[in-house]
């Protein structure tokens, strides 16, 4: 990186070589994490608060395990968006440990956000399963927060590292709403090709 690298992009920094077993374990433990704190502790503990101060969950129509579904599906995006980011880019998802390597392989040929919506997805059917309204806008808010605060440093820092790629990705793939067919990359240069 150059040096017009601005305050906020101080915590960024690149993973070391390590094998790509090493990586995917990485990544493994960052996802157990985000899914205890961010998907299990946080939502129960709102809607816990809920009950606490009289507000009755809803109930959703049809069988109680429908969410299950859901959460899985989206849950299989984040895991395998993961394993993605840590076996093409050999690095993960982190920006204490980001990848060495841009990666533009699988889902991120389609949205560039492909772990965002996974994770807030998953969120959004926590909160169904929960019957908690207060579950759903705090996902609703962790969204904007995560468009807003996290992901213009997130992608300064990727225009300063990877350069004129990142650029024409940035400017072909959209952010939330996936792409109808696959981005290609003009350059071969850049890693980002399906092997």
Same mark, same amino acid.
């Given at each position: ?7 906020? &992009? ?7 070589? %390590? ?10 433990? $960052? ?23 009289? #507000? ?15 959460? %899985?599906?989206?849950?299989?995006? +984040?895991?395998?968006?993961? %394993? !993605?980011?840590? @076996? ?5 998802? &982190?920006?204490? /440990? ?17 772990? %965002? !919506? ?8 926590? +909160?169904?399963?929960?019957?908690? @309204?207060?579950?759903?806008?705090? #996902? !609703?808010?962790? +969204?904007? =927060? ?9 992608? $300064? $820092? ?7 790629? @990142?650029? /024409?990705?940035? /400017?072909? #793939?959209?952010?939330? =709403?996936?792409? $109808? ?8 240069? /850049? ?5």
């Amino acid at each position: 990186m150059s040096e017009e690298n601005p305050w906020y &992009l101080k915590g960024f920094r690149k993973a070391r070589a %390590a094998s790509a077993g090493w990586n995917l374990f990485k990544t493994a433990l $960052h996802t157990c994490f985000f899914w205890s704190i961010f998907l299990f502790l946080i939502p129960f503990g709102i809607s816990r608060l809920e009950v606490a101060l009289g #507000v009755t969950p809803y109930t959703l129509p049809g069988p109680s395990w429908w969410p299950w579904i859901g959460f %899985a599906a989206f849950g299989a995006l +984040g895991l395998s968006t993961g %394993a !993605i980011m840590a @076996y093409f880019g050999r690095g993960t998802p &982190l920006p204490l /440990d980001y990848p060495n390597q841009l990666v533009i392989v699988g889902p991120y040929r389609y949205v560039r956000n492909p772990m %965002a !919506i996974a994770g807030l997805t998953q969120g959004i059917f926590v +909160g169904l399963y929960f019957g908690s @309204y207060l579950t759903i806008l705090y #996902v !609703i808010a962790g +969204g904007i =927060i995560w468009n807003v605060f996290a992901r213009p440093p997130e992608e $300064h $820092h990727l225009e300063l590292e990877f350069g004129q790629a @990142y650029k /024409d990705y940035k /400017d072909a #793939v959209p952010c939330w =709403i996936p792409r $109808h067919s696959p981005y290609t990359s003009p350059s071969s240069s /850049d890693g980002g090709e399906e092997p």
